[in-house]
């Protein structure tokens, strides 16, 4: 590569390296205001604050979850096909029984029950017929619970627009949850909290409190709040029979919408076809009664039934703000998790702390980086020169690159930086040595340039491709800052080979190897 050539390239570079380092330089060529434009180089927890959480997803509850649902549907199966027996009932947390009645069999082996009959062992005890899960199904039923806890937060958490947020499974059951720059923190503990397990039951107007009949129906309560003092005003119960209609599975959308009369917001539900038959069937069934839509166990709403609804659409309305609303839409949409979460840990670091970590990083980076840079201009003079300039452009480039994907620099990433100054400067003595030698062996300091810089590309070429590869180890296996350590060791090994081999050689090139007559050279 010519000298005009590297020109251009690393012209080009440091072009597009300052378009996402500054954003002064990247407001003048958007044509926007540079105090609008914000920098794309975002900060990690531990620089500019937040939020920790450690929750713990219970993960039995899902296993519970999971038996009561096959009892549900097997007894809706058992009706359609006209089976003869008493009831079908979840006896624990892993089992489901079904009484016959007496005399009365049924084959679950046989479609259409088989699909229910799967994930469980099966003992028949005179009219009693058991399904316990199986202990290798509840394995999977717990670990699946834990990884859609995480992806069902993980989609919460993305409607609150903080940057680069941080998920991650620790242990069996815990999910710890980082927040950088969170500023709103009720309204964030509001969103991960709740299960949001959306379900329609049929209530029994006739029935109280006190003479509800236990086995069939279940009392919940509607309650109203006032916004104001965060007081509970009154508790309004209703009666409701045992047997979930329909769940909020089967939502497709979730927003938030105005009454035309008294323009009071409520949340608009759309279900997918699956939901919209369903939800027809039940309105069909059911005119003249009132449906309550229950959100995890708290009554929303119990509306009259006045005709079919065979459109798929449904609503939540109650004593909501725009944004309740708006943040009960959100968590319909991003799905309900399936099985409560425990925050078991919470903690808040402030902006001072972030503060402090990013003036003592600072200070430790430029300092390391001075020091390096004295020492390369006295020890190895004019030479020295090329090689902090170079220096100064690989922290320029580690910082773009970092931009240029809208990563997060965390304090060990800022660690990763200061090693990279120290690998960028070691490509340098590597080669300044090797031209040191070959002037010891001949008096021709062209060709001692070239040479030195051809015999050290391969040991620069080795040392930095193996510590990419113990990178690259760390990004894949490593966790929280041990990944961000890797990302910015990663860039800044790439940075450092580019600049000791590319723009230190341009210097040399500009300042000795374009002159007629060189005699010597100053390293």
């Known amino acids: 590569m010519n000298v005009q050539a590297k020109g251009i390239l690393i012209l080009g570079v440091l072009l597009a390296a300052l378009y996402y380092v500054f954003p002064t330089y990247r407001a003048y060529f958007t044509n926007t205001d540079p105090l609008s434009v914000e920098g794309k180089l975002n900060l990690g927890l531990d620089l500019q604050g937040g939020m920790y959480l450690d929750v713990e997803v ?34 624990s947390p892993t089992e489901a029984v079904i009484e016959m009645e007496s005399g009365k069999t049924v084959a679950l082996e046989a479609s259409p029950f088989d699909r229910f009959i799967v994930q469980y062992d099966l003992l028949t005890e005179g009219d009693l017929i058991r399904l316990t899960l199986r202990p290798d199904e509840i394995t999977r039923i717990r670990q699946n619970a834990v990884k859609q806890a995480l992806e069902v937060l993980r989609n919460r958490i993305d409607g609150l627009g903080i940057s680069e947020p941080s998920l991650q499974l620790q242990g069996e059951n815990s999910i710890v949850i980082q927040l950088p720059g969170l500023k709103d923190r009720d309204k964030a503990i509001q969103l991960i909290g709740p299960q949001a397990v959306l379900e329609f039951y049929l209530t ?22 006032d916004k104001s003092t965060n007081t509970l005003l009154r508790k309004t119960p209703y009666v409701l029979e045992k047997k979930v209609l329909l769940t909020g599975e089967f939502i497709r959308d979730a927003q938030v919408r105005f009454d035309p009369q008294t323009n009071q917001p409520y949340v608009g539900l759309s279900f997918d076809s699956i939901g919209a038959d369903r939800f027809a069937k039940i309105t ?42 708006s943040d009960l839409g959100l968590v319909l949409r991003s799905g309900s998790l399936p099985a409560p979460i425990e925050i078991r840990e919470e903690r808040t670091i402030g902006a001072s702390l972030g503060e402090d970590s990013v003036k003592d990083s600072l200070n430790a980076l430029l300092l390391g980086g001075v020091l390096v840079l004295v020492f390369m201009a006295i020890y190895y003079r004019v030479s020295g020169l090329f090689a902090v300039s170079a220096l100064v452009f690989n922290i320029i480039l580690i910082l773009s690159v970092l931009g240029a994907f809208g990563a997060t620099l965390t304090l060990p990433g800022m660690a990763g930086i200061v090693l990279t ?32 810089f051809a015999k050290a590309f391969r040991t620069i070429l080795d040392a930095n491709v193996t510590t990419l590869f113990a990178a690259l180890a760390l990004l894949q296996f490593g966790t929280g800052p041990i990944k961000g350590f890797a990302v910015t060791l990663s860039i800044g090994i790439l940075a450092s080979m580019f600049t000791a081999i590319i723009v230190t050689r341009l210097f040399f090139d500009l300042v000795y190897l374009q002159r007629r007559q060189l005699k010597a050279i100053s390293i």
Not at 67 to 89: G, N
């Open 421 to 452: 100054i120290g690998m960028a400067v070691d490509a340098n003595v590597l080669i300044f040595q090797r031209i040191q030698e070959e002037l010891r062996r001949t008096e021709n300091p062209r060709a001692a340039i070239r040479e030195g």
């Open 58 to 91: 219970k993960s039995e509850e899902a296993v519970r979850e999971v038996t009561r649902r096959t009892a549900q549907e097997l007894e809706d199966v058992m009706i359609d096909e006209q089976v003869d027996f008493i009831e079908v009932r979840q006896s």
């Open 204 to 225: 029994n107007p006739d029935a109280t409190p006190n003479t509800y009949n236990r086995l069939t129906e279940v009392v919940k309560y509607q309650e109203v709040w």
């Open 284 to 325: 069909r069934r059911n005119v003249g009664r009132n449906l309550a839509i229950v959100l995890d166990n708290k009554v929303q709403s119990a509306p009259v039934i006045r005709e079919a609804i065979t459109g798929g659409e449904a609503s939540i309305s109650g004593q909501f703000t725009v944004e309740d609303a």
